[in-house]
């Protein structure tokens, strides 16, 4: 159990429903907050010991929540470079992901923890590769990490490395043992879902099962859907409909279906996300980078849709930079339907509050508020590229950057102060990752 602890004099984006900004300190005790406002020795037994974050002249927000990731990739860095997303994944990304054992998955997820934390993400949803999960796991604990991880599920092997591939049933076995292994572990930082890659890599046996297991166990279903026009006239040709129709059609529309990127869609399949409240995890970084277009996120938002935010893969993006993707999305919907059409304010939100909502945890996380979790960042606003600032959500979307951010949080643990990981030594993270990386370029043909 960690000490409590208090964060004293920021200027707090609550991102509540009414978006109070206060001044003064954030109590956390038992991992929760207890006390939010003017300073005062209330919120805590004075006589206990208490950790404590000066913020003053900094800004303290719920932290990031990021809604589609690949921590296993983050050791493909500068990998797959330049390439569409079929020939990305066929000629690079696969081949890494089918090298990749134990010992590299832990320094990939050590790297990508590492990463996400020093920039303010707290929460993950990550999709993995097809084998060695435990070992995701198993890196995620020590770190304070809160994540959501799915073992990747491919049951059509097509240009796929072998390794890559399973039966339907071998694929949702290990899934579920994963369940029944982690799910709620790490004192319920720790979740399983079930990810089955995306419609072109799953039987509809696959799909169908997936289906029914994440209805019996309450699970998230998280899966890539009409990325890119390749990729959705490939679904239309083998199946006769749009993607995100035949993901109804197998049974996984629902609440629970975490869909990333949803570029292309028919506005078929729009009122069809709405009627399912299916959550559309949105990725402007890597979408641009891989040249798979521009989502309508507007439209989504404007419909009532959950539109959070993540950046993929380190081999698609290339950074796990929150700050960017806000950036981004904002930028790019601008570009598209004129300044203002996603403002500052809707970018953060989407980066924290509907990250909450996406992954189900609206309840207690996202929000600063008495009773929530306290996953909490502050971030320093003294930076030359940050002055002068008047508005706290524009200055986070559009100066900000992942060096700025001053102490990280997750559970009321820190986890990352002034630069520096509370877990781990940043030179020793980066060293096993270096070596992980080459090991694996050599395994698959690629160094």
């Not at 197998?250 to 990127?261: E, F, I, K, N, T």
């Not at 509050?353 to 609206?362: D, L, N, P, V, W």
């Not at 102490?407 to 102060?417: S, Y």
């Amino acid at each position: 159990m960690s000490k409590p602890l208090v964060i004293r004099g920021g200027t707090v984006l609550t991102m509540n429903d009414t978006w109070d900004v206060v001044t003064g300190d954030v109590w956390v005790v038992d991992g929760r907050i207890v006390r939010l406002g003017p300073p005062a020795r209330d919120g805590v037994d004075p006589s206990h010991a208490c950790d404590e974050i000066d913020a003053t002249g900094a800004i303290v927000l719920p932290g990031f929540i990021q809604t589609h990731l690949h921590l296993c990739q983050t050791v493909f860095r500068g990998r797959a470079d330049d390439l569409p997303l079929l020939a990305w994944l066929r000629t690079r990304v696969w081949p890494l992901e089918a090298a990749h054992d134990g010992r590299t998955l832990r320094a990939a997820t050590r790297l990508a923890a590492g990463e996400l934390q020093l920039g303010g993400t707290t929460t993950a949803l990550t999709m993995e590769t097809v084998h060695d999960t435990d070992a995701v796991f198993e890196a995620l604990v020590p770190t304070g990490m809160r994540a959501i991880v799915g073992k990747c599920m491919m049951d059509v092997r097509g240009d796929a490395p072998a390794r890559l591939h399973q039966t339907a049933q071998d694929a949702l076995d290990e899934a579920l043992a994963l369940q029944q292994r982690w799910h709620g572990a790490a004192d319920g930082r720790l979740h399983t879902a079930l990810a089955p890659r995306f419609a072109i890599s799953c039987t509809r046996e696959l799909l169908e099962t997936t289906a029914a297991a994440a209805a019996a166990h309450g699970l998230l279903v998280h899966t890539h859907a009409c990325e890119q026009r390749d990729e959705v006239a490939i679904v239309r040709a083998q199946t006769g409909l749009d993607n995100l129709a035949y993901l109804a059609a197998v049974g996984l529309a629902s609440p629970r279906l975490c869909a990333a990127h949803c570029v292309w869609t028919s506005d078929a399949e729009r009122s069809m996300l709405v009627d399912h409240d299916i959550k559309v995890l949105h990725c402007p970084g890597s979408n641009l980078k891989l040249g798979s277009g521009i989502a309508p996120v507007t439209d989504y938002r404007a419909r009532g849709l959950c539109v959070s935010l993540g950046a993929d893969g380190a081999a698609c993006n290339n950074a796990l930079d929150m700050f960017q993707e806000m950036r981004l999305a904002a930028t790019l919907q601008a570009a598209v339907h004129g300044p203002g059409a996603l403002t500052a304010r809707d970018a953060v939100a989407m980066a924290t509050r509907e990250g909450a909502r996406a992954i189900g945890r609206s309840h207690d996380l996202g929000t600063i508020e008495v009773g929530r979790r306290a996953d909490l960042i502050v971030v320093g606003t003294s930076g030359l590229h940050q002055r002068p600032w008047t508005d706290p959500y524009a200055l986070l979307v559009y100066a900000t950057r992942p060096s700025d951010v001053r102490a990280t949080v997750i559970d009321g643990r820190v986890v990352a102060r002034d630069g520096e990981l509370t877990w781990a030594d940043r030179r020793q993270v980066v060293e096993e990752a270096d070596l992980a990386a080459n090991q694996l370029a050599a395994r698959a043909g690629l160094a």
